[in-house]
């Protein structure tokens, strides 16, 4: 009979970092409005995962020797290596350019495009309400800025998100006057596209426009926006620290899907 190896330390090291990301991608659930979603129900799985085969090393060994004894399942390991080694690479590219597009600083008065998110009969959501402070925050120091919001209205939201913005910046005391209203838009490039559309129409011939959304958000909305000939810049909020992990990773994989045309 085996003997069972003891747990070395950087296997209940590895388990400890993988419980706390499991806590982590539970937090948006004592939020209310968030419900479990794809992205969060996959970091929680895989964590779970992670941190039993971690602390049951046999099984996993196991397992690798089943796999490696057989040709299709020697190609399987190795596919699935390099597909993750791919993914943590990207990973890495990704958030250095989210880092990068945080970076990009406006100049004074530049107009704001806000991007839209979940709203409630209450009004905005959690983080929506951040985004919308952030920009009257730079409303409130750019007078003359224009400011479009943007977002339509999902199958769950009593109203379109951008009739819920205006309503929450004019509350805050911004002039109906600076406030354009996109309200059709489903997703972040329909956001960009209509939001241009608007613009154009209301006389706006430059090209600089400042974009106000989360901070992991920032690089694929200022994307979509040079696609359009934009040059863009970030006054970005952070996400509240409890959905953090997850709107990481949801992003990382948006980001994938629209680069492949998803």
């Excluded at 003891?6 to 090291?13: G, M, R, T, V």
């Excluded at 400890?16 to 806590?23: E, K, T, Y």
């Excluded at 996993?60 to 040709?71: D, E, M, P, V």
């Amino acid at each position: 009979m085996t003997q069972k190896q003891p747990i070395k330390l950087w296997q209940w090291l590895s388990a400890g970092v993988l419980f706390v990301l499991l806590i982590w991608a539970f937090l948006p659930l004592f939020y209310p409005p968030y419900l479990i979603t794809v992205y969060m129900a996959m970091v929680i799985a895989l964590c779970a995962g992670g941190i039993f085969l971690t602390l049951r090393p046999q099984i996993l060994g196991a397992l690798y020797r089943a796999l490696w004894a057989k040709g299709w399942g020697k190609a399987l390991l190795i596919l699935f290596h390099a597909a993750v080694l791919a993914l943590v690479v990207t990973a890495g590219v990704f958030t250095g350019e989210m880092v990068a597009a945080n970076a990009r600083t406006p100049e004074p008065n530049t107009p704001l495009l806000v991007c839209g998110g979940r709203v409630t009969e209450e009004g905005p959501a959690p983080v929506l309400t951040e985004r919308l402070n952030t920009a009257y925050d730079y409303l409130a120091e750019n007078p003359d800025a224009l400011c479009i919001v943007s977002g339509g209205q999902g199958a769950d939201e009593p109203r379109p998100e951008g009739d819920v913005m205006a309503e929450y910046l004019v509350g805050k005391g911004i002039d109906t006057s600076r406030i354009l209203i996109e309200n059709k838009s489903a997703d972040t490039e329909e956001n960009i596209q209509f939001s241009a559309e608007i613009l154009r129409a209301a006389g706006y011939e430059g090209d600089a426009l400042a974009i106000c959304t989360d901070a992991v958000h920032e690089y694929r909305a200022q994307e979509n926006a040079r696609r359009l000939g934009f040059t863009t810049s970030a006054v970005s909020s952070p996400p509240p620290t409890f959905v953090l992990f997850v709107h990481w990773v949801r992003e990382i994989m948006a980001i994938i899907k629209w680069k492949i045309g998803l």
